[in-house]
């Protein structure tokens, strides 16, 4: 969350640097069959392969919980980021994979 604020208010290498961390913490989470991709400036997709909703649940309560003690320390200042967590399920009938990447109905998660 908030990617936009930290990018204007501390440049780019600040926002960079905090993406990469996110990152970093997604692929310690996930197992070498599961695909991390940041998908826009401000956005990650996770790609949990042959995993059913009762299985994912877990992993995304061990996203908000890394995330959540995460702290950035840079320069004069120091960052906590939050992420936003949306989920949608696949296959989904007809519906092919950029349709679902573009679908703006997730299912928030909490």
Known sequence: ?????????HGFNPAET???????????ITRGSDLVSRTKDDE???????TW???CKP???KVMDKV???????EDFELH?????????YPAGDTGSKDILATPDRIPFE
């Open 44 to 50: 990650f997709c996770m790609l949990l392969q042959n």
């Open 68 to 74: 959540s003690n995460m702290s950035l320390y840079l």
């Open 1 to 9: 969350d908030d990617f936009k604020t930290v990018y204007d208010e």
């Open 18 to 28: 905090l993406m990469i961390k996110i990152s970093r913490a997604l692929n310690t």
């Open 59 to 61: 992993v995304g309560d």
């Open 53 to 55: 909703w009762d299985r």
């Open 81 to 89: 980021p939050t992420v936003t967590i949306g989920t949608v399920d």
